[in-house]
């Protein structure tokens, strides 16, 4: 069964610092792992993708890395601001053919002070 | 383009009491999702669908029934609430294919808090 951890589950960090939260899952026969990022009270939200055959993403201030061998995958946020304060949370796909689908981990609470 | 949809935002239950979780999609998306969260994990899939009139057992789905009869709809039902189903259910729809996955990735709906006395 395939179990997916995030650590730290809560994360303070002052304004403009960089930082990175970590997602590790136990299976590796993955075909991608996702970043969501979920604000209280609402949904979530995609916000990186990365497919098994990738090393890593980019998007704005947001970068995501994968190393599926070592079952490893991490967030780096770049110069934080209070607006990425939210609960950050990866999910892993199994390759096709299996029944199971995405597998969340529980998430990452982060909150950036002014 | 609402995305998805879910009604109710809030309901409070008594033990027993059954009730019909609505999720709606405009976005023409052929797979659709039930999740629960609760407090320190991460979100449990329930049920899914892969298309109109089919339904699939996702990881915790006892306690639950699900109905695909419209592509644009999926309903969660429990027929006897219990204090454990105290959560909040997510609903979320997909583009996806198995045999064209250039983009995968849920659309997930705002939530509806669901308290079971």
């Known amino acids: 069964k395939q179990e997916v951890t995030q650590i730290p589950a809560a994360l303070s960090v002052p304004e403009g610092e960089n930082l990175v939260l970590n997602c590790s899952f136990t299976d590796s026969a993955i075909y991608n792992l996702q970043w969501f990022r979920q604000d209280p009270g609402k949904g979530l939200t995609s916000l990186l993708l990365?497919?098994?055959?990738?090393r890593e993403q980019t998007s704005g201030r947001l970068n995501a890395s994968l190393d599926k061998s070592s079952g490893r995958s991490t967030l780096y946020i770049a110069a934080s601001q209070p607006g990425d304060s939210a609960t950050y949370l990866c999910?892993?796909?199994?390759?096709?053919?299996?029944?199971?689908?995405?597998?969340f981990g529980s998430g990452t609470q982060l909150t950036v002070l002014p | 383009n609402a995305g998805v949809t879910q009604t109710p935002k809030f309901r409070v239950l008594k033990t027993g009491q059954s009730m019909t979780l609505l999720c709606a999609q405009d976005?023409?998306?052929?797979?659709m999702y039930w999740y629960r969260q609760d407090p320190g994990m991460g979100l449990r899939l329930i049920h899914y669908s892969v298309g109109e009139g089919t339904t699939a057992k996702g990881e915790v789905p006892d306690g639950y029934n699900v109905s695909r009869l419209k592509k644009q709809n999926f309903l969660l039902g429990l027929e006897s609430a219990a204090p454990s189903q105290t959560s909040v259910y997510f609903c979320a729809s997909s583009p996806l294919t198995w045999t064209h996955q250039t983009v995968d990735t849920q659309y997930f709906g705002p939530g509806t808090r669901l308290t079971v006395l």
């Open positions: 976005m023409n998306h052929e797979y």
């Open positions: 990365i497919q098994s055959s990738q």
């Open positions: 999910a892993v796909r199994p390759l096709p053919g299996s029944a199971r689908q995405l597998t």
